[in-house]
C-alpha cells in the first residue's frame, strides 16, 4: 500500500498545483466542447475518493452532503465557484490523503461493499477501491489537461 499512498499523494500534488497557478476566472471556465471545468474535476475527485473509500466501507465521509451532490458522478458546474470554496477544496486536497492514511494505519476499516463501477470495474475489496482511486484521478488529470490548453 505504501506505493498506491505515494502515487495518491503526488497525483493529488498535481491537482494542488492547478490551485495554486490558475485564476479563479480560469478554474471556472468550461472551454467549448467540455462539460466541465478545472475546479469540477478538483472537487469530483474528492467526492469519488469519499465514496470510493469511506462509504463503501460503511464509514461516513469527510465532506458535507452539499459536496457530495454538487461534485458527484453524473452532476454538472451549476455556476461559478466562489474563492472561499476553492480555498476549501485545496485544505481537503491534502487533508484527506492524510486523514485516509491515518485511518487505514489505524485499522478502522473493517467492512467494504462490493461494488461495480459505471466503466465495468469490479471492486471487491479495499485495497482495490484505493487503486482505482488513482486511476479514476488519473483520467481527471487528463481531462485537466485538456482544458488547460483552451484557457
Not at 495554486?20 to 471556465?29: D, F, R
Not at 466501507?57 to 459536496?67: A, K
Amino acid at each position: 500500500m505504501k506505493t498506491t499512498f505515494n502515487i495518491w499523494e503526488t497525483s493529488r500534488n498535481l491537482y494542488l498545483k492547478y490551485l495554486e497557478n490558475y485564476s479563479l476566472e480560469q478554474l471556472n471556465k468550461i472551454p467549448e466542447g467540455f462539460s466541465n471545468n478545472l475546479i469540477w474535476n478538483i472537487a469530483h475527485i474528492i467526492v469519488s475518493q469519499q465514496k470510493l473509500v469511506y462509504a463503501l466501507s460503511g464509514l461516513p465521509m469527510h465532506i458535507s452532503q452539499e459536496m457530495l451532490e454538487k461534485y458527484q458522478n453524473g452532476s454538472r458546474p451549476d455556476g461559478e465557484v466562489a474563492q472561499e470554496e476553492v480555498d476549501e477544496i485545496k485544505q481537503l486536497l491534502t487533508f484527506l490523503v492524510n486523514q485516509t492514511k491515518s485511518d487505514f494505519d489505524n485499522g478502522i476499516f473493517k467492512e467494504f461493499n462490493p461494488y461495480q463501477t459505471k466503466t465495468g470495474f469490479y471492486l471487491g475489496t479495499l485495497q482495490e477501491a484505493i487503486e482505482f482511486n488513482n486511476y479514476h484521478e488519473g483520467i481527471h488529470l487528463g481531462i485537466m489537461m485538456q482544458i488547460k490548453k483552451f484557457l
